[in-house]
RNA sequence: UGGGGUGUCGCCAAGUGGCAAGGCAGCGGGUUUUGAUCCCGCCAUUCGCAGGUUCGAAUCCUGCCACCCCAGCCA
């Protein structure tokens, strides 16, 4: 594959095909989510899809709420859904659209398949019909509703539009095939009686149609081409396909079902998501734990590294758990790419440079090799704050950062040499004393002994106090959705808060969501909610790649 | 045990009859004022299994096996 070719998968197959053959001359696809929840990382996989796809090949991506049940929906997360589609970077073609706004045509349709004699009023309560159904080895049997006269269904269903009967006391049902092996086709429901206020469409309608008889027709008004759904719905599509053909709807689309994308140590069903909510495993819907779009920016995923990773994994047809580390891996690449360095000290031990006194402006590059980045003022002076995990009294020659009678580098300044520390009556180290090497601002010592390692510092007089979250995945099993209890197999050590870090000044400034790369520790991003210039906090996004942590040393 | 799908490297995934892409992970080595990045190299004689067709098969045929989905008036 050449590197700018989008990868090959059997839906860009399909759709070349489809353009090259005229069996369509304008690509248009959607994305149809029902607003009954927040949308997670699996979501941003369909809508890639999509999107993509349109944009591909020149066409439209429709955004279509798929309100077909009040009951579970609402207003909340039609917005919170809009809210994350364009923060992934996408528009919509036109206007948002609902799938409640085609009730009336839909109804219209309906009355269209009675006088067909292909749908019917059905009386069954929703056990009985169960019972009807047969089971996956054995056909069902007819409903004694099932030969009722075009005229009686006719009247039956306008009286059920009319609200004249009692919630789940009828449907209205296709005349299919009862004896089918696909469940699907035997026959199916298309309404059903539900007084429920509508967040659209308020109480004009006691009626409300199913998902099976609702999401062709739907496709079919606003011409869509390639009508992209994930695998479970496959069963479904000879069920599409009867109603698109047995309606004089105005376009003909299709369907084509590819696998949802599934990652380790994630879970992604609304109820186990929202028991970790409610049970208080995370602070929120948008936790940066979670992996809902909200929680993924929050963490400070960027948009583009997520379209990046869908891409990456690639659109097949098998059922398949892609490795997290393959969505870090892809944040780490957009990040190390496009975020400004900074230093940050977790865990701050005291430095003393003791021939030095007086204090000093240098000047750092914000990133090694994008220089259209700036560069910044960073306060450099005798006491300064290193990370307590970067000093040992003594240490083994793998060890390269600072100790006693050895020199390290404090990054984009000087070389020093530690002489001494003191320490509490616990033993534990309060200050390190050390030297300062003439002449190594951006050189190397003159005597030629230089320093094993290089660590990062900020300014005891300048820095700031912040607050950082370090976070890890949540679940301790890849698999936390075969867990019985989601609970039970959630990461103790997934958040671990300092509230004794510090800061270069300036990176305190920051608006809230910049990422930055604290050298040496890792992505972090300026909380979206809870950061402040003069009350920091930063979530850590990702650790940097580390393969000597595990090595003694 | 009815129907619909899927099986290519540890994890994804191209490939659609001509001598197994790529990414992630891993492992070596080099560069480096981030133990990061970057760079170089290694990593499937083999494509679920067994037969068959063919000069030639991951790609075609047959049979098996494994896994996923379907019996909501959810989507």
Redesign the pocket.
């Known amino acids: 594959?050449s590197s700018n070719e989008p990868?090959?998968?059997?839906l860009r197959?399909q759709i070349q095909s489809d353009l090259d053959q005229g069996v369509v001359t304008d690509v248009v696809t959607r994305f149809?989510p029902?607003p009954?929840g927040y949308l997670h990382i699996g979501h941003a996989k369909s809508i890639t899809v999509n999107f993509g796809l349109a944009e591909q090949f020149g066409g439209r991506c429709h955004l279509r709420f798929?309100d077909?049940?009040p009951e579970?929906e609402s207003q909340e997360f039609i917005d919170s859904i809009q809210e994350d589609v364009r923060w992934l970077g996408y528009t919509w073609s036109g206007e948002v659209r609902y799938a409640s706004s085609y009730f009336e045509q839909l109804y219209q349709w309906a009355l269209y398949l009675i006088d067909q004699g292909l749908a019917y009023v059905c009386d069954?309560?929703?056990e009985q019909?169960?019972e009807y159904?047969?089971?996956?080895?054995e056909p069902g049997k007819d409903s004694p509703y099932r030969n009722r006269t075009i005229e009686e269904n006719r009247a039956l269903f306008e009286q059920m539009r009319a609200g004249a009967f009692a919630?789940?006391?009828?449907?209205l049902r296709a005349k299919i095939d009862m004896a089918s092996?696909?469940?699907?086709l035997r026959d199916?429901?298309l309404y059903?009686?539900?007084k429920a206020e509508h967040h659209q469409t308020g109480n004009a309608w006691p009626i409300?149609?199913?998902?099976?008889y609702?999401?062709g027709q739907e496709d079919a008004i606003e011409g869509i081409s390639h009508s992209i759904c994930t695998?479970?719905?496959?069963?479904?599509r000879p069920l599409y396909d009867w109603f698109i053909a047995n309606l004089p709807v105005p376009s003909k689309p299709r369907q084509f079902e590819f696998?949802r994308l599934n990652t380790?140590y994630t879970v992604t069903s609304k109820r186990k998501l929202k028991a970790l909510v409610d049970e208080g495993a995370v602070a929120g819907w948008d936790d940066p734990r979670m992996p809902t779009i909200a929680g993924l920016r929050r963490r400070g995923y960027p948009a583009a590294a997520i379209r990046h990773f869908c891409e990456?994994?690639?659109?097949?047809?098998?059922?398949?758990?892609?490795?997290v580390?393959?969505l870090?891996?892809a944040v780490?690449?957009h990040l190390?790419q496009h975020a400004a360095?900074a230093m940050c000290v977790l865990d701050p031990l005291r430095l003393v440079i003791t021939n030095v006194d007086a204090s000093e402006q240098l000047t750092l590059a914000n990133?090694?090799?994008d220089d259209s980045l700036g560069s910044r003022s960073v306060e450099f002076g005798a006491e300064l704050w290193i990370d307590r995990d970067d000093f040992r009294e003594e240490a083994n020659k793998?060890?390269?950062?600072l100790v006693i009678g050895k020199r390290v580098?404090?990054?984009?300044?000087y070389v020093i040499e530690a002489d001494a520390c003191d320490k509490g009556p616990d033993g534990r180290i309060d200050v390190v004393y050390a030297r300062l090497i003439e002449g190594?601002?951006?050189?190397d010592p003159a005597d030629g002994v230089k320093p094993k390692?290089?660590i990062?510092w900020v300014s005891c007089a300048t820095g700031k106090t912040a607050t950082v979250r370090l976070y890890d995945r949540l679940f301790t099993e890849a698999n936390p959705g075969k867990a019985e209890d989601v609970m039970a197999v959630v990461n103790p050590m997934s958040l671990r808060q300092l509230d004794t870090a510090v800061i270069e000044a300036a990176a305190a400034e920051a608006a809230p969501e910049t990422v930055f790369?604290f050298?040496?520790e890792g992505y972090f991003v300026a909380d979206r909610f809870d950061h402040r210039p003069d009350a920091p906090v930063f979530n850590l996004t990702i650790g940097?790649?580390?393969?000597?942590s595990a090595?003694d040393?």
């Open positions: 594959m990868r090959s998968n059997f197959t149809p029902e009954n798929d077909t049940n579970k069954l309560s929703a019909a169960r159904r047969g089971s996956l080895t919630d789940g006391s009828k449907v092996p696909n469940i699907n199916p429901i059903r009686i539900r409300y149609p199913t998902y099976d609702a999401h695998l479970e719905f496959e069963d479904h696998a380790s990456e994994v690639g659109t097949s047809r098998s059922d398949s758990v892609v490795d580390a393959m870090e891996s780490r690449n190390n360095r990133h090694p090799s793998k060890y390269k950062r580098r404090l990054r984009g300044a190594t601002l951006g050189e390692g290089v990062h790369q050298e040496r940097l790649r580390d393969t000597w090595q040393g």
